[in-house]
């Protein structure tokens, strides 16, 4: 069974910060890419992050210099630090573990950002 549960979004005004975290199980998570997607309602889900088993990383132009996404392998958890924080971020945020056949998702946590 795979099974991936993220946490941490929430309510957060402009110009604060929130961690996002995303355990993984049941799956060779350390040899996947791991990456953080967003969407809101309207708009086609969209790359905000990624990071590959080796740590080479990926970052949306509209996050970079304020997000950073890392893994911690004895965890099987990646994580998305997130600064500065605009209301433009405010959205859905899925975990997602990918391999060449195949590809999982968490279940979402929103966050939102006021103004």
């Known amino acids: 069974q795979v099974h991936l549960v993220e946490s941490g979004g929430g309510l957060v005004q402009a110009g604060g910060s929130l961690r996002l975290s995303c355990v993984a199980s049941g799956i060779a998570v350390n040899i996947g890419t791991m990456g953080w997607y967003r969407q809101t309602p309207g708009k086609q889900r969209e790359l905000v992050a990624s990071i590959t088993a080796f740590g080479v990383t990926n970052y949306a132009d509209s996050v970079k210099g304020r997000f950073t996404i890392s893994r911690d392998g004895a965890k099987s958890t990646v994580y998305l630090q997130m600064n500065s924080l605009k209301p433009e971020d405010t959205a859905v945020y899925y975990c997602?573990?990918?391999?060449?056949?195949?590809?999982?998702w968490g279940q979402g946590t929103q966050v939102t950002v006021s103004s």
């Open positions: 997602n573990v990918r391999f060449p056949s195949n590809n999982y």
